[in-house]
């Protein structure tokens, strides 16, 4: 494939990603430096995808460790992977928290219920407790909606540098590079 038709795919494979139920891509590592500086990984579920903005956007939760790490160094990577094709993305970029502001509250209301209970406990992601239950506090029932908001924030990824690596041929392995230079992508094929 050229190097202009993998640009597409990589992006038509994250904008799929973004689509109701289990898809591939879905899910990727996100890698950040924490505030000890050592580095710190974990799952975040890609949500939204905009190319002609080179964009990206995930959720997560204010008071998550991610976040303090992210508002002291921006710069994250993530990984996700394709089984089944054998088919691997890398992105590189910087990360913004989105703390307020419609952006906010629209991915709020546009995102499943429940993936948004997570956001209404009373400890912050992390915190040790002595029962799974103790999350949500000694009160009954589970704190309402508006707790979740509160703590709820979009983050998003402008990425620097986008790697595609295509192991689906055995005997032709491929890995392709993007580069952000301005508003363009400067590309070249690398050794897989
Ligand atoms: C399938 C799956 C999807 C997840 N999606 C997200 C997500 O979209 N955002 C998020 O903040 N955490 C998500 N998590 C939880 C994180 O991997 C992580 O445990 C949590 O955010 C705390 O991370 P931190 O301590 O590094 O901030 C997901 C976990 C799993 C297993």
Redesign the pocket.
Known sequence: MCLERIYTRLWQCLAAATREGPQPFK?MQAATIGLDGAP?V????LRSVCEAQNLLT????LR???VAALSREPRIALVAVDTDRNLQIRVHGEARIIRDGPARVDAWHSSDDRSLVAYRTLLA??SPMSQPCDAFGTQPGIPGPEEGLKHFCVVEVKPARLDWLDLSDGDRPERARFVRAGDTWVSGWIAP
């Open positions: 899910a710190d974990r799952t975040v579920l995930f959720h997560t939760d998550s460790p991610k992601p992390g």
